[in-house]
Protein backbone atom coordinates (compact mmCIF):
# COMPACT_ATOMS: atom_id res chain seq x y z
CA UNK A 1 0.00 0.00 0.00
CA UNK A 2 1.57 3.15 -1.05
CA UNK A 3 1.63 5.97 2.05
CA UNK A 4 2.88 9.28 2.50
CA UNK A 5 3.33 10.49 6.06
CA UNK A 6 4.54 14.12 6.21
CA UNK A 7 6.01 15.44 9.15
CA UNK A 8 7.84 18.81 11.26
CA UNK A 9 5.18 20.79 11.20
CA UNK A 10 4.29 23.63 14.17
CA UNK A 11 4.53 26.81 15.82
CA UNK A 12 7.16 29.13 14.04
CA UNK A 13 7.47 32.73 14.47
CA UNK A 14 7.69 35.14 11.77
CA UNK A 15 11.55 35.20 9.96
CA UNK A 16 11.88 31.31 11.93
CA UNK A 17 12.97 28.51 10.05
CA UNK A 18 11.29 24.56 9.83
CA UNK A 19 12.12 21.33 8.24
CA UNK A 20 8.96 19.39 7.10
CA UNK A 21 9.33 15.61 6.28
CA UNK A 22 7.11 12.91 3.89
CA UNK A 23 8.13 9.17 4.71
CA UNK A 24 7.64 7.34 1.83
CA UNK A 25 6.72 3.47 1.66
CA UNK A 26 4.90 0.90 -0.59
CA UNK A 27 6.43 1.74 -3.79
CA UNK A 28 9.49 1.99 -5.45
CA UNK A 29 10.51 5.56 -4.12
CA UNK A 30 13.52 6.72 -6.47
CA UNK A 31 11.38 6.29 -9.80
CA UNK A 32 8.92 9.10 -9.06
CA UNK A 33 8.81 12.59 -8.92
CA UNK A 34 7.38 13.72 -5.69
CA UNK A 35 6.19 17.26 -4.72
CA UNK A 36 4.87 19.64 -1.52
CA UNK A 37 1.38 21.01 -2.09
CA UNK A 38 -0.21 23.88 0.43
CA UNK A 39 -3.32 24.80 1.68
CA UNK A 40 -3.50 28.30 4.01
CA UNK A 41 -6.91 27.68 6.54
CA UNK A 42 -10.16 28.20 4.30
CA UNK A 43 -8.21 28.31 1.28
CA UNK A 44 -7.59 26.43 -2.07
CA UNK A 45 -4.68 24.59 -2.72
CA UNK A 46 -1.19 25.75 -3.86
CA UNK A 47 1.90 24.12 -5.54
CA UNK A 48 4.74 24.71 -3.51
CA UNK A 49 7.57 22.76 -5.25
CA UNK A 50 8.46 19.19 -7.19
CA UNK A 51 11.93 17.06 -7.30
CA UNK A 52 12.19 14.79 -9.75
CA UNK A 53 13.48 10.90 -9.04
CA UNK A 54 17.02 11.56 -9.43
CA UNK A 55 16.81 15.52 -8.09
CA UNK A 56 17.69 17.06 -11.40
CA UNK A 57 14.97 18.73 -11.92
CA UNK A 58 13.89 20.67 -9.04
CA UNK A 59 10.94 23.63 -9.72
CA UNK A 60 9.44 26.04 -7.21
CA UNK A 61 6.61 28.60 -7.17
CA UNK A 62 7.27 32.27 -7.15
CA UNK A 63 5.82 32.60 -3.43
CA UNK A 64 8.38 30.60 -2.25
CA UNK A 65 11.62 31.00 -4.16
CA UNK A 66 14.73 31.44 -2.63
CA UNK A 67 12.86 30.87 0.91
CA UNK A 68 12.14 27.10 0.53
CA UNK A 69 14.60 24.15 -0.44
CA UNK A 70 13.40 21.00 -1.56
CA UNK A 71 15.17 17.54 -1.43
CA UNK A 72 14.93 14.05 -1.10
CA UNK A 73 16.83 10.81 0.41
CA UNK A 74 15.96 8.06 -1.93
CA UNK A 75 17.81 5.85 0.29
CA UNK A 76 15.73 6.24 2.92
CA UNK A 77 12.35 6.86 0.99
CA UNK A 78 12.16 10.75 2.17
CA UNK A 79 11.58 13.78 0.95
CA UNK A 80 12.48 17.15 2.39
CA UNK A 81 11.12 20.89 2.63
CA UNK A 82 13.55 23.09 4.48
CA UNK A 83 11.69 26.82 4.83
CA UNK A 84 12.92 29.69 5.87
CA UNK A 85 12.03 33.01 6.60
CA UNK A 86 9.04 32.11 7.03
CA UNK A 87 6.20 34.42 6.87
CA UNK A 88 2.24 34.75 8.21
CA UNK A 89 1.37 34.26 4.48
CA UNK A 90 3.26 30.43 5.00
CA UNK A 91 0.66 28.90 7.44
CA UNK A 92 -0.55 26.19 5.82
CA UNK A 93 -1.44 22.35 5.89
CA UNK A 94 1.42 21.26 3.85
CA UNK A 95 1.04 18.28 1.80
CA UNK A 96 3.62 15.70 0.02
CA UNK A 97 2.50 14.02 -2.94
CA UNK A 98 3.27 11.57 -5.57
CA UNK A 99 3.39 12.23 -9.29
CA UNK A 100 1.87 9.81 -11.30
CA UNK A 101 3.88 10.41 -14.45
CA UNK A 102 5.58 12.89 -15.64
CA UNK A 103 4.25 15.85 -15.66
CA UNK A 104 1.19 14.31 -15.47
CA UNK A 105 -1.40 14.16 -11.51
CA UNK A 106 -0.65 13.46 -7.93
CA UNK A 107 -1.88 10.23 -7.43
CA UNK A 108 -1.05 9.44 -3.75
CA UNK A 109 -1.06 12.12 -0.71
CA UNK A 110 -0.33 12.21 2.35
CA UNK A 111 -2.77 13.04 5.59
CA UNK A 112 -0.35 16.81 5.41
CA UNK A 113 1.41 18.35 8.24
CA UNK A 114 0.37 21.87 9.69
CA UNK A 115 2.74 24.98 9.98
CA UNK A 116 1.77 27.94 12.00
CA UNK A 117 3.80 31.04 11.49
CA UNK A 118 2.96 33.49 14.38
CA UNK A 119 4.35 35.86 16.67
CA UNK B 1 -6.62 35.35 -7.44
CA UNK B 2 -6.15 31.66 -9.23
CA UNK B 3 -4.51 31.04 -12.53
CA UNK B 4 -7.41 28.92 -13.28
CA UNK B 5 -10.86 30.01 -12.63
CA UNK B 6 -13.79 27.80 -11.55
CA UNK B 7 -17.01 29.09 -9.90
CA UNK B 8 -16.52 29.17 -6.07
CA UNK B 9 -19.83 27.16 -5.77
CA UNK B 10 -22.32 24.66 -7.38
CA UNK B 11 -25.15 22.70 -6.18
CA UNK B 12 -27.58 19.33 -6.86
CA UNK B 13 -30.01 17.28 -5.87
CA UNK B 14 -29.42 13.41 -5.42
CA UNK B 15 -29.80 11.66 -8.95
CA UNK B 16 -29.28 15.03 -10.65
CA UNK B 17 -26.01 15.84 -12.93
CA UNK B 18 -23.82 18.58 -12.66
CA UNK B 19 -20.44 20.35 -14.37
CA UNK B 20 -18.04 22.39 -12.91
CA UNK B 21 -16.18 24.54 -15.13
CA UNK B 22 -12.32 25.53 -15.16
CA UNK B 23 -11.20 28.45 -17.04
CA UNK B 24 -7.59 29.42 -18.05
CA UNK B 25 -5.35 30.05 -21.04
CA UNK B 26 -3.01 28.92 -23.74
CA UNK B 27 -0.12 28.85 -21.30
CA UNK B 28 -1.69 26.16 -19.11
CA UNK B 29 -4.79 24.45 -20.51
CA UNK B 30 -4.28 25.13 -23.78
CA UNK B 31 -1.06 23.13 -23.82
CA UNK B 32 -1.46 20.81 -21.34
CA UNK B 33 -3.64 17.96 -19.66
CA UNK B 34 -6.42 18.83 -16.71
CA UNK B 35 -6.29 16.71 -13.82
CA UNK B 36 -9.42 16.97 -11.12
CA UNK B 37 -9.20 16.52 -7.08
CA UNK B 38 -11.62 15.93 -5.07
CA UNK B 39 -11.13 17.06 -1.21
CA UNK B 40 -13.77 16.30 1.32
CA UNK B 41 -13.85 17.90 4.49
CA UNK B 42 -10.90 17.60 6.84
CA UNK B 43 -9.05 15.13 4.31
CA UNK B 44 -6.30 15.36 1.69
CA UNK B 45 -7.43 15.61 -1.75
CA UNK B 46 -7.82 12.96 -3.93
CA UNK B 47 -7.26 12.23 -7.71
CA UNK B 48 -10.55 12.13 -9.31
CA UNK B 49 -9.97 12.85 -12.98
CA UNK B 50 -6.20 12.90 -14.89
CA UNK B 51 -5.02 13.39 -18.10
CA UNK B 52 -8.61 15.57 -19.19
CA UNK B 53 -10.71 12.15 -18.97
CA UNK B 54 -8.81 9.54 -17.20
CA UNK B 55 -10.24 7.80 -14.33
CA UNK B 56 -7.87 6.18 -11.33
CA UNK B 57 -9.15 2.77 -10.35
CA UNK B 58 -11.67 3.11 -7.94
CA UNK B 59 -13.24 6.36 -8.81
CA UNK B 60 -16.75 5.73 -9.96
CA UNK B 61 -17.66 6.00 -13.95
CA UNK B 62 -20.09 8.69 -12.61
CA UNK B 63 -17.26 11.76 -12.83
CA UNK B 64 -15.59 12.49 -16.31
CA UNK B 65 -13.54 15.10 -17.36
CA UNK B 66 -13.21 17.07 -20.93
CA UNK B 67 -11.41 19.74 -22.28
CA UNK B 68 -11.78 22.15 -25.08
CA UNK B 69 -9.31 25.00 -25.61
CA UNK B 70 -8.26 26.67 -22.81
CA UNK B 71 -11.37 25.37 -20.75
CA UNK B 72 -12.14 22.23 -19.19
CA UNK B 73 -15.26 20.60 -17.29
CA UNK B 74 -15.91 18.02 -14.70
CA UNK B 75 -19.47 15.90 -14.63
CA UNK B 76 -21.19 14.08 -11.75
CA UNK B 77 -24.16 12.24 -12.88
CA UNK B 78 -26.45 10.68 -10.26
CA UNK B 79 -25.00 12.80 -7.53
CA UNK B 80 -24.80 11.40 -4.10
CA UNK B 81 -24.61 13.20 -0.74
CA UNK B 82 -21.20 11.79 -0.70
CA UNK B 83 -20.22 13.65 -3.43
CA UNK B 84 -20.12 16.76 -1.51
CA UNK B 85 -16.71 18.30 -1.08
CA UNK B 86 -14.60 20.95 -2.79
CA UNK B 87 -13.36 20.18 -6.45
CA UNK B 88 -10.12 21.28 -7.70
CA UNK B 89 -8.81 21.51 -11.60
CA UNK B 90 -5.40 21.94 -11.77
CA UNK B 91 -2.67 21.35 -14.87
CA UNK B 92 0.88 22.35 -15.68
CA UNK B 93 1.87 26.04 -16.41
CA UNK B 94 4.39 26.85 -19.26
CA UNK B 95 5.10 30.42 -18.78
CA UNK B 96 5.40 30.19 -14.81
CA UNK B 97 7.00 26.47 -15.34
CA UNK B 98 5.00 25.48 -12.32
CA UNK B 99 1.62 23.38 -11.15
CA UNK B 100 -1.69 25.47 -11.29
CA UNK B 101 -4.90 24.86 -9.63
CA UNK B 102 -8.28 26.36 -9.67
CA UNK B 103 -9.76 28.07 -6.38
CA UNK B 104 -11.88 25.23 -5.27
CA UNK B 105 -15.47 24.57 -6.20
CA UNK B 106 -17.70 23.88 -3.16
CA UNK B 107 -20.61 21.23 -4.50
CA UNK B 108 -23.42 20.75 -1.57
CA UNK B 109 -26.07 17.81 -2.53
CA UNK B 110 -29.46 19.68 -1.54
Known sequence: ?????????????????????????????????????????????????????????????????????????????????????????DTAVYYCARELDTMTAFDYWGQGTLVTVSS | QSVLTQPPSASGTPGQRVTISCSGSSSNIGSNTVNWYQQLPGTAPKLLIYRNNQRPSGVPDRFSGSKSGTSASLAISGLQSEDEADYYCATWDDSLNGWVFGGGTKLTVL
Not at chain 1, 14 to 26: E, T, W
Not at chain 1, 36 to 57: C, D, F, T
Not at chain 1, 68 to 78: E, G
Open chain 1, 1 to 89: EVQLVESGGGLVKPGGSLRLSCAASGFTFSSYTVIWVRQAPGKGLEWVSSISSSSSYIYYADSVKGRFTISRDNAKNSLFLQMNSLRAE
